[in-house]
């Protein structure tokens, strides 16, 4: 443990690195000429080579995605490296491995809203988004590094610690199909305009280290830490095992100390001892271990005098001398035309003694041991025969035959005597899973374990989860239960892989709708329309009622009550806006009163008044430059808002938006930029937006600005309590009282639970229920 705690304190420089823990990912997709679209440039420095992006497809084939994913598959420590050179206001994906919209791991820079966005899945496979605000699209040089340990993540930008968090834990555990693009999503959506250099995975902890060897570790990592805990938690698990196990074996010898247990053995209703034999027909047993254990009689071929010969006699296993042998069946040396007398002497017979035939002359048969003729097809088994139990007699042309029936092997050549085979004990039988072989007089029995049911003659499954409800089929598919499981195929009409079904309408569903069958979308919360394209707007219906410090926010597929200028949220966060408070802007120099005149505060604002006496100039104060009375002003880091002084308020809005101004600023007004290249093409590639349109789509709120898509995690109003709870359809989580449904838990290590053998658990540590391998217990609600 206290090795794991420690791992990875030592770091060695970039040559020093384990080859088995780097991925190169220029390297790996052999980047180079090949490429359309990419080409090679100067970098940030000589040592490697870097990459100009012009937004063009860039995907890595199966063999270099299969070794990338195998080094990254189901590790809790990685971290993200790369030298970027941006172009000013494009967002465009850096790095991106996914499955269709499952984002597995997505490194985003957004230059529309400067931020850098973290994409991954939760090892509860929901999606999540950690978004960073920082400007790295400026067409400058940065080196970006996102450092994962477990639930602990880490954000340098050119060796400064930007952001540190701690988020719920990635999945890394990449199904089939996942690929990995470079530079872009896909080939339609986050194209990224700029240099690439060093884009590096690391499958180690604080991998920053190697573009900033300064920053070297002294601590050990989250991850490390929650091995620890982990380990400690195993042990505990194991000493609960071990000790139930010791206990119940306990009590078992104490009860084989007081009995003597005879194996013995049941056949045909008669029940034998250890070692006991019997004979059972022409086999002769043994009870060996409560095993009957039976071999056939080995017969000796008799020796004959002239005047007889070898046969069966019924009753007997084993041929004998016979000399006068009278049955048909076994006639070997008698002469033709010879019958056994009452005498016990053989007696000529005349062919005025045969019967009449019914039968043409031309169907009768002469047969060199019969005097008499006998017509074709003749049933000679209705004569008598000796073909014992388990042997059938079968009319020849010629004569009868004995023949062992199904399921039977002959114990003498004439398979007078069969004996049963046991399928079960040579392996000869066709049962499967969950079942137990039974072997039956001729055939066997496939019996299902105890709490199985039959699906077939050979198979059993746990239970029918088709019948019972049990299963993960959709609702718009058909179920099939199959061993040890089930099976889902699709409806007529759907499509999916019958997990998940959907109707067929063409993917014209907007923002986020599902569509139920064809031709009819269910719309998510807050939207309504045949296509789910309408938002409705709370705020003008009526819907909401806010407080009268806050006013109502209308927002795609929701709304939220945001404090008005001058008050702010007392962190209390309340729906309707009841937390919101007055700003001191005097009190805390957020105003701008020139120096001639006197703030005071107001009930959401302030005043500057001019003292008694005084002839004040009405002059702002604004980023520290005096703005005069009556002035209008652009911002400088914002050329879309325009600013003004009145009477020592300044007064800021954005520019007003005229389309049929010819002279319109299209960078502040991009819905008025009417060229086909600035369009963007939605997500299923079936609608086309124009620019500075917004919609919705698998809960981010997507723009399109000059050509260019950006989607960011919708934004979600805070919820402070314990358990929380996303509703299906929706995309901003809920508090809930039940731990049991929530689906996100603020874990408290330092709190914890008792189990039902009294072991103290940490808050949410997983554990399987002692006795059972089934039931999973959770420690949620701990104290």
């Not at 305009?193 to 990592?221: A, E």
Request: charged residues 25%; glycine residues 8%.
């Amino acid at each position: 443990i206290v090795k794991t705690f420690f791992r990875g304190c030592v770091w060695t420089r970039w040559f020093g690195v384990d080859p088995a823990l780097r991925v190169d990912v220029f390297g790996e997709l052999r980047l180079g000429d090949a490429f359309a679209g990419v080409s090679q440039v100067p970098g940030f420095h000589n040592d490697t080579r870097a990459f100009l992006f012009q937004g063009k497809r860039l995907s890595s084939g199966a063999d270099a995605t299969e070794r990338i994913l195998q080094k990254l598959r189901n590790k809790k420590e990685f971290t993200v490296l790369a030298t970027v050179k941006q172009e000013t206001l494009n967002s465009g994906v850096i790095l991106s491995i996914h499955r269709s919209e499952q984002r597995f791991l997505e490194l985003e820079s957004s230059g529309q809203r400067n931020e850098i966005r973290l994409h991954y899945r939760t090892q509860g496979q929901q999606p999540h988004t950690e978004v960073f605000p920082y400007t790295l699209a400026d067409d400058q040089w940065h080196k970006v590094s996102v450092a994962l340990s477990a639930s602990h993540i880490l954000l340098h930008v050119d060796c400064n610690r930007i952001y540190e968090r701690v988020v719920e834990p990635p999945s890394m555990d990449f199904p089939e199909e996942t690929s990995i693009w470079l530079g872009q999503r896909n080939s339609a959506h986050g194209l990224f305009k700029g240099v690439m250099q060093d884009v590096q995975l690391l499958v180690m902890p604080q991998g920053y280290i190697s573009q900033c060897p300064d920053l070297n570790r002294t601590c050990p990592t989250c991850n490390d830490f929650h091995g620890l805990v982990q380990k400690i938690m195993e042990l505990q698990d194991i000493l609960a095992k071990t000790s139930s196990k010791l206990s119940k074996a306990e009590e078992k010898m104490n009860g084989l100390d007081r009995c003597y247990c005879e194996r013995t053995c049941s056949v045909k209703g008669v029940l034998y001892r250890e070692d006991e034999s019997w004979t059972d027909g022409c086999k002769n047993c043994t009870c060996s271990n409560g095993t009957a254990l039976c071999e056939p009689i080995s017969c000796v071929p008799p020796v004959c005098p002239p005047d007889s010969a070898p046969a069966y006699v019924p009753g007997r296993c084993c041929q004998e001398c016979q000399r006068e042998i009278c049955s048909r069946l076994y006639l070997h040396s008698v002469k033709p035309c010879s019958f056994c007398g009452q005498d016990r002497t053989m007696h000529r017979v005349a062919p005025s003694i045969c019967p009449e035939l019914n039968c043409a002359e031309s169907e009768q048969m002469t047969l060199p041991d019969r005097c008499c003729n006998v017509c074709r097809g003749h049933d000679f088994c209705a004569e008598g025969h000796c073909c014992a139990e388990h042997s059938e007699c079968i009319s020849l042309e010629t004569g009868p035959r004995c023949r062992c029936r199904d399921g039977f092997r002959s114990l003498r050549d004439d398979e007078a005597y069969c004996e049963d085979i046991d399928e079960c004990a040579e392996g000869r039988h066709y049962c499967r899973e969950n079942t137990v072989c039974v072997n039956t007089p001729g055939s066997f029995m496939c019996i299902c374990h105890a709490g199985y049911i039959r699906i077939d003659d050979y198979s059993c499954t746990e239970h029918n989860e088709c019948a019972s409800g049990q299963h993960s089929c959709d609702e718009n598919a058909l179920c099939f239960n199959t061993v040890g499981g089930h099976s889902c195929s699709c409806k007529p009409g759907y499509t999916g892989n019958g997990t998940i079904c959907k109707a067929l309408c063409d993917g014209l569903c907007q923002n986020g709708g599902t569509c139920v069958s064809p031709d009819t979308c269910i719309c998510q919360q807050g939207f309504t329309g045949k296509r789910c394209e309408t938002d409705i707007d709370e705020c003008s219906s009526g819907f909401v009622e806010c407080d009268s410090r806050a006013t109502c926010i209308n927002l795609p597929g929701w709304y939220h009550c945001e404090c008005r200028d001058g008050y702010h949220d007392n962190g209390m966060f309340s729906a309707n806006g009841e937390s919101c408070e007055d700003i001191d802007e005097c009190g805390t120099g957020r105003n701008s009163c020139a120096n001639d005149t006197v703030c005071f505060n107001l009930e959401g604002g302030y005043d500057c008044r001019c003292p008694h006496g005084k002839n004040c100039t009405g002059d702002c104060i604004h980023d520290n430059k005096v703005k005069h009375n009556g002035q209008i002003w652009v911002l400088e880091n914002d050329r879309c808002s325009v600013c003004s002084c009145q009477s020592g308020l300044v007064m800021c809005r954005r520019m007003v938006c005229d389309c049929d101004n010819p002279t319109v600023d299209l960078f502040c007004c991009p819905e008025c930029d009417p060229r086909h290249s600035s369009q963007c093409l939605h997500q299923n590639g079936l609608l086309a937006y124009s620019t500075g349109a917004s919609w919705v789509e698998s809960c981010q709120q997507c723009q399109c600005l000059q050509g260019e898509v950006d989607c960011w995690p919708l934004s979600c109003p805070p919820v402070d309590c314990e358990f929380t709870l996303i509703p299906e359809g929706e995309c901003c989580p809920r508090c809930v009282t039940d731990p049991c449904q929530a689906d996100t838990i603020r874990n408290d290590i330092t709190k914890t639970c008792t189990d039902e053998h009294g072991l103290v658990r940490f808050s949410g540590s997983s554990w399987i229920k002692h006795g059972t391998e089934c039931t999973l217990c959770q420690c949620k609600h701990a104290v």
